[in-house]
């Protein structure tokens, strides 16, 4: 029997299980990830969700209200040093990172599985999501009590496979997170629009800014920058405006390097972050030292320049 219902749909995932495996072994590294995949769905259940199924090293689950699925996520985030030290993980098994999506809206239930926009937005979205970090949709916050509107931060919007209207997405803070963030929650996107910024590679050339921030640089065909190389991950790299720059995340396996202008200097992002300024190249996959790695050649633009200043 099908059904429409209008539900929260959470998606969690581990990384680093590649590294368990190789640091573990086989039997060891399969025991860590099970148990922590089971604590994650203790976690849904106590928070009043139903898992709906295991995705090998993550799950998917539904909640009646955005609120169950926010606190479930948070609670994930904080429970990930208990999940490195299960029974079973000696101690020497590399750290696993969290990456969470969260999405409201109707869905189908068939036979104890869900469908429906709300589960396709979510697990595209995770995706996006960076190591530790968890992103939602614009209608999670819609039925979150404004009180906490000021935990997540706006990422403007982003446009997902399947969908002809971009969705609205923002990062969730941690719930100890400082006051001295300077990005907290506002009403509405911000309303003046920032500096654009242009990105050369295998005959794309284009400027983003406002609305069509952030940038999703990956191998995905859903990818804002589509880059085709197989050492580009899916969703390898995201370009935002934040703090008044403009600031490039890593999201893949392989990492992302940044060389500026002339500069001998290469900065490595291993899942970590970077301010882009002035001009340069973007490594996705390997090193500038490799002939062959997949090159974006990136310049901050003012609204008044016409004309690229690459080095």
């Known amino acids: 029997m099908t059904s429409a219902v209008v539900r929260t749909v959470l998606f969690a995932d581990l990384r680093?299980?590649?590294?368990?495996?190789?640091?573990?072994?086989?039997?060891?590294?399969?025991?860590?990830?099970?148990?922590?995949?089971?604590?994650?769905?203790?976690?849904?259940?106590?928070?009043?969700?139903?898992?709906?199924?295991?995705?090998?090293?993550?799950?998917?689950?539904?909640?009646?209200?955005?609120?169950?699925?926010?606190?479930?996520?948070?609670e994930m985030h904080e429970s990930l040093e208990r999940i490195v030290s299960l029974p079973g993980n000696p101690g020497r098994a590399p750290a696993m990172k969290l990456q969470v999506a969260v999405a409201h809206g109707e869905i189908i239930e068939v036979d104890n599985d869900c469908f429906g926009d709300a589960v396709n937005v979510a697990a595209r979205l995770l995706d996006a999501a960076g190591d530790n970090e968890t992103l939602v949709t614009g209608s999670v916050?819609?039925?979150?009590?404004?009180?906490?509107?000021?935990?997540?931060?706006?990422?403007?919007?982003?446009?997902?496979?399947?969908?002809?209207?971009?969705?609205?997405?923002?990062?969730?803070?941690?719930?100890?997170?400082?006051?001295?963030?300077?990005?907290?929650?506002?009403?509405?996107?911000?309303?003046?629009?920032?500096?654009?910024?242009?990105?050369?590679?295998?005959?794309?050339?284009?400027?983003?800014?406002?609305?069509?921030?952030?940038?999703?640089?990956?191998?995905?065909?859903?990818?804002?920058?589509?880059?085709?190389?197989?050492?580009?991950?899916?969703?390898?790299?995201?370009?935002?405006?934040?703090?008044?720059?403009?600031?490039l995340t890593d999201l893949s396996y392989n990492g992302t390097y940044v060389r500026y202008g002339n500069q001998a200097e290469v900065v490595t992002l291993k899942r970590g972050t970077c301010v882009l300024h002035g001009s340069g190249i973007i490594c996705l996959g390997a090193s500038p030292s490799d002939a062959t790695v997949p090159t974006v050649r990136f310049e901050v633009l003012s609204f008044s320049d016409t004309e690229p200043q690459f080095p």
């Open 141 to 247: 916050l819609d039925h979150l009590d404004r009180s906490q509107h000021e935990r997540f931060r706006h990422l403007n919007r982003m446009q997902l496979r399947g969908r002809q209207e971009p969705v609205e997405v923002l990062r969730m803070e941690g719930r100890r997170f400082s006051d001295a963030i300077s990005t907290a929650f506002q009403d509405s996107p911000p309303s003046y629009a920032p500096d654009g910024i242009r990105l050369v590679g295998q005959n794309l050339n284009r400027v983003f800014a406002g609305t069509s921030l952030p940038v999703i640089l990956g191998r995905s065909p859903e990818a804002t920058y589509c880059i085709d190389d197989t050492r580009v991950s899916r969703s390898h790299a995201r370009i935002e405006w934040h703090g008044g720059n403009f600031q």
């Open 16 to 74: 680093g299980s590649t590294s368990l495996y190789e640091t573990l072994g086989n039997a060891e590294a399969a025991s860590v990830v099970t148990q922590s995949v089971a604590l994650l769905a203790q976690i849904v259940v106590s928070c009043q969700g139903r898992v709906i199924k295991t995705l090998g090293d993550g799950l998917m689950a539904v909640f009646e209200r955005a609120q169950e699925a926010v606190t479930a996520a948070d």
